[in-house]
């Protein structure tokens, strides 16, 4: 579920209140929005996939919230991955992050062990 | 009390997924005014906007066509549909295509473009921008309600909430309403499903629409534990274990969840990748961004290390159920209320068989298509009829028969979830079990009835229509005494080639199931 949005990288643009299917958030005047409904999180990540700040954590577990460190996430390095390999905004040109879901037979077809061109085993 | 939010149009739609926005762009593309309304937000509501749909597409050569439409065949036991089947192939081809310039569709290693697979959150996007142009009327986080009826029982608009504008009310007037409100996992942690309660099919039976095929509502998908990460691809290279370090084998061949239900049942299972070389490891991100996120972020290394493994039921969303349609517009049996996408039932080009994401995205992308335009045409014949009275009709959740003491939404939930979630009563279906839990689901809905309403309209709305669905999805399992594709029962493990039929299935306070042949199977003997 959605743990954190870092005051200091917020730009109040807020486009993360409009995107949250499960409307989680709640704009406040002259803030960065409040997690106001945490427990209607589906864990989806696209708050961060939206964020240009990246300025967004969603924790993997879906249960329960979890205790995050905001120096440590910073830190981590995290923030920012999904967009950056989803190769959205600033990613977009660069070859590390295009988009190869074309390669989803070739995933399938080598991990079931047949071959893609002839789909035999 | 704030004024209602007022509007009429043409064409108003009830949902923003895959189906949603080719719905709105078909009708606005004909010339229609076009509303469309969600949950959540047009462009991440849904399943299809956390996934990354793959599509049923086959190129236009006959043989090639008869030929995939065979094999999907062998596994619809029965219940399919050879016409569906032709258009959503035919339809998908034509229409995926379009996207471009809104869709940046790559090449493949042969310099094709590759159009059947397309990422979730950027396709919702395009179609989000597409309607956009096409002049789409787009509501957010605008809830639909109820349905609004004519005096001659068709549908005339729906009405909602406004949930981030001070949950000031709405009310569309329409010349005809598209569900799209998507399947019903039961609000199990499947990927993007947690708007999807079954609120279209409820509004729609109060409307007097019936459903069809909700037995077929069994199919589950694998995750991390703990995760609702339900991206099965990688798993592809899945090697599990039990507790004790043992290889269990491959108890995911064939894609049936079962065994791996069977033993998470006993005990943890868990899972290595291992298996998956480095170059694809190296590219696993380029190719499913989100699938290393949960890992990353808790410092697993799925392909090095072990991370146990669980099952996310799908309910009707990769299950066949739905709203059941009458003619090749989608059109349900209340006039002027059309179902699509997951809301609708794919019988008619799944059978008893999931269809992933390939039958079921061309068929969200058709049924779509093909209702859009025929509400575009019905409001040019009949007009919107503003000018007549209406009525509101929605009841369960909204307007309770007796006050006193107000149900808890969050308690009905809970008492849903326990009957409709668990592997041993999901997976391994009998007509005891099913019995069991039809009275605890009944005894919920009649306190919904009695007893609900009045807090949180939208959450007491949910409640009442995921008890509905699931409802209707466990008596249509037990009128099902036999196994057939997806719907297994330990107590009849074998096909019944007797009940080679749709069942029917609707009502309210009382639930009725009736068998129906299926239509187009003198057709295609012919």
């Known amino acids: 579920m959605i743990e954190l949005i870092v005051d200091d990288r917020c730009t109040r643009c807020n486009i993360c209140v409009s995107v949250c299917p499960t409307n989680v958030l709640d704009l406040v005047a002259d803030a960065k929005p409040r997690i106001a409904r945490q427990e209607d999180c589906q864990t989806c990540f696209l708050c961060e996939l939206y964020c240009q700040s990246d300025a967004i954590y969603v924790a993997p577990q879906i249960d329960q919230p979890v205790a995050v460190d905001e120096t440590a996430i910073v830190g981590s390095g995290l923030l920012g991955h999904h967009r950056r390999n989803a190769g959205w905004d600033e990613w977009a040109t660069d070859p590390n992050y295009r988009n190869e879901f074309w390669r989803m037979g070739e995933l399938f077809a080598r991990g079931l062990g047949f071959d893609p061109a002839t789909r035999r085993s | 009390m ?276 480095s170059d694809l490891r190296a590219s696993l991100h380029r190719i499913q961004p989100a699938f290393l996120l949960p890992f990353e972020r808790q410092g697993i290394d799925p392909f090095e290390g072990r991370f146990p493994v669980t099952l996310h039921g799908e309910g009707t969303i990769r299950g066949v159920g739905g709203l059941r349609i009458v003619n090749d517009t989608c059109e349900t049996s209340v006039p002027s209320l059309f179902a699509v996408g997951d809301a609708a039932t794919r019988e008619a080009v799944a059978g008893a068989t999931s269809g992933g994401g390939n039958q079921n995205s061309a068929w969200a992308l058709t049924s779509g298509q093909a209702a859009g335009r025929a509400v575009a045409k019905l409001a040019q014949r009949s007009g919107r009829r503003a000018a007549e009275s209406v009525r509101a009709i929605g009841e369960a959740g909204l307007r309770p028969l007796r006050n006193g003491t107000a149900a808890d939404p969050r308690e009905i939930v809970g008492i849903l979830k326990e009957e409709m979630l668990p592997f041993e009563k999901a997976l391994f279906r009998t007509g005891e079990k099913l019995s069991r839990s039809l009275g605890v689901l009944d005894r919920a809905w009649h306190d919904i009835r009695h007893h609900l309403g009045g807090g949180d309209q939208i959450k007491s709305r949910e409640a009442a229509a995921l008890v509905a669905t699931a409802r209707w999805c466990t008596s249509a399992a037990l009128a099902r005494t036999e196994s057939r594709g997806m719907h297994q029962r330990d107590d009849a493990p074998l096909l019944d080639p007797a009940q080679t039929h749709r069942l029917i299935v609707g009502g309210l306070d009382t639930v009725h199931v009736t068998p129906e042949p299926v239509r187009a199977l003198a057709e295609q003997a012919a």
């Open chain 2, 2 to 277: 704030e004024q209602a939010l007022m509007l009429e149009t043409d064409v108003l739609v009830i949902g923003g997924g895959m189906a949603g926005g080719w719905a709105a762009i078909a009708a606005a593309s004909a010339g229609a005014s076009v509303i469309l309304v969600d949950k959540g937000y047009f462009g991440t509501s849904g399943v299809t906007a956390t996934a990354g749909p793959g599509h049923w597409w086959v190129p236009p050569d006959a043989e090639l066509r008869a030929k995939a439409i065979r094999d999907r065949e062998a596994r619809a036991f029965g219940l399919s549909e050879r016409v569906w089947m032709e258009r959503i192939l035919d339809e998908t081809w034509r229409t995926l295509p379009t996207l471009a310039g809104y869709y940046e569709f790559p090449r493949d290693a042969t310099g094709e473009i590759f159009y059947r697979g397309l990422r979730g959150p950027e396709y919702l996007r395009a179609l989000r921008r597409l309607a956009r142009d096409r002049g789409v009327h787009i509501l957010d986080h605008s809830p639909a309600l109820e349905l609004l009826l004519h005096g001659d029982g068709s549908v005339a608009g729906a009405s909602g909430i406004r949930r981030q504008s001070g949950h000031q009310r709405w009310v569309i007037r329409a010349a005809g309403t598209i569900l799209a409100t998507g399947g019903c996992a039961f609000l199990s942690p499947l990927l993007g499903s947690r708007n999807n309660t079954g609120d279209g099919y409820l509004m729609a039976a109060e409307a007097g629409a019936t459903l069809s095929g909700m037995e077929f509502s069994s199919q589950h998908t694998i995750a991390a534990a703990g995760t609702s990460q339900t991206r099965s691809a990688p798993y592809a290279f899945a090697t599990f274990y039990d507790a004790s370090g043992q290889d269990l084998g491959p108890i995911m061949a064939g894609g049936d969840p079962r065994m791996l239900a069977r033993l998470l049942l006993k005990g943890p299972v868990y899972c290595s990748l291992r298996r998956m070389p």
